[in-house]
């Protein structure tokens, strides 16, 4: 793994490499799943405005390709801790559409009874071991998975999704120097989208390589193009691999873009409008589709049916979750733990 990268172009301006390769029918899948992320964030993003969907929200949509090339790398019974942004993350893990919609709007038949919400969803059942609404938070929660897993002699690993943002936490530092002296099985992966909320990392941190980070814990480290789902998928398996050979933890950094702002109230008035549009021109959905036909590998009338599933996929989802009923008033205190 590589210890760097450039500095003063903080993600990757090329498409998929031509040799980052996969079979048809996974090609099939990392589209229909990032296809799935983006139209259910519209999707929610459409019942927010009608105001159906209640309370706080933080989209995932640009993102997509870190979520779906992270999760190819992982076994099924592997766990990840997510973050308050982390519809993308459910879903690349196996999380069942009408019951995360669901849960988004509090209904009973969601994965959480209708008591997370969009900044606590949770499956157990695929490993996911929760979104977290406070900033770092999944860290302790990663990283104690990790000694469990140490502890019960499991050949597991776990990824931790964290952003840009929580790099300055005091708990990543802790985390991250307990799995390194312990030697857990721990992929700490940093979704740098840019910016902590409204702040750039130029202006939060002196360090603005965050793979540099590692060198304190004597913990490998690697940046990877995030809008690429393959060279995350690639990276990830790298670290995953050096995990579950009982080397420890490495911390893996991905550059990517999310397209709306950081929560439903944010007008991005700190971002230009030039730069969102390049981002938008590396959109990973577009790139991979790219790729795809451009080796033969997807024809664009498999593409073109790939969308279209996709699209009854997302508008079934929500018309299970609005046609769900609310959770019983009796169940108020069921499932709560302190």
């Known amino acids: 793994m590589t210890k760097s990268s450039k500095k003063d172009q903080p993600a990757g301006t090329k498409s998929p490499e031509s040799e980052l390769t996969c079979s048809k029918e996974q090609a099939q899948h990392y589209l229909r799943q990032m296809m799935h992320i983006r139209k259910f964030e519209d999707g929610m993003m459409d019942l927010m405005t009608k105001n159906i969907a209640q309370g706080g929200s933080h989209l995932y949509a640009g993102e997509e390709a870190v979520a779906v090339g992270a999760m190819a790398a992982l076994q099924p019974d592997d766990y990840i801790a997510s973050t308050h942004r982390g519809h993308g993350h459910c879903i690349a893990k196996g999380g069942k559409l009408n019951e995360l919609m669901a849960e988004i709007l509090g209904k009973a038949t969601g994965c959480c009874r209708g008591k997370g919400g969009s900044l606590h969803l949770a499956d157990v059942s695929t490993g996911n071991l929760g979104a977290n609404g406070v900033v770092a938070g999944g860290l302790g929660i990663a990283t104690g998975a990790g000694l469990s897993i140490k502890m019960r002699g499991d050949d597991k690993v776990v990824i931790c999704f964290f952003g840009d943002g929580a790099m300055n936490e005091g708990i990543v530092h802790e985390c991250m120097n307990m799995a390194a002296k312990w030697t857990l099985p721990v992929i700490y992966l940093v979704e740098n989208n840019l910016y902590g909320m409204s702040v750039a990392i130029a202006r939060s941190s002196r360090l603005e390589d965050h793979a540099k980070r590692a060198i304190a814990y004597d913990m490998p480290s690697s940046t990877v193009d995030g809008q690429d789902v393959l060279a995350v998928r690639d990276a990830t398996a790298t670290c995953v691999e050096h995990a579950r050979s009982g080397k420890g933890p490495s911390l893996l950094i991905a550059n990517t873009y999310r397209y709306y702002g950081h929560s439903r109230s944010d007008p991005r008035a700190y971002r230009t409008r030039e730069e969102e549009a390049y981002w ?59």
């Open 280 to 338: 938008k021109d590396r959109d990973p959905i577009k790139l991979f589709s790219a790729h795809c036909t451009d080796i033969g590998l997807l024809s664009e009338k498999e593409i073109q049916a790939l969308d279209a599933g996709t699209t009854e996929d997302i508008e079934q989802a929500i018309r299970f979750a609005i046609d769900s009923p609310l959770p019983d008033p009796s169940e108020l205190c069921t499932d709560v733990y302190a």
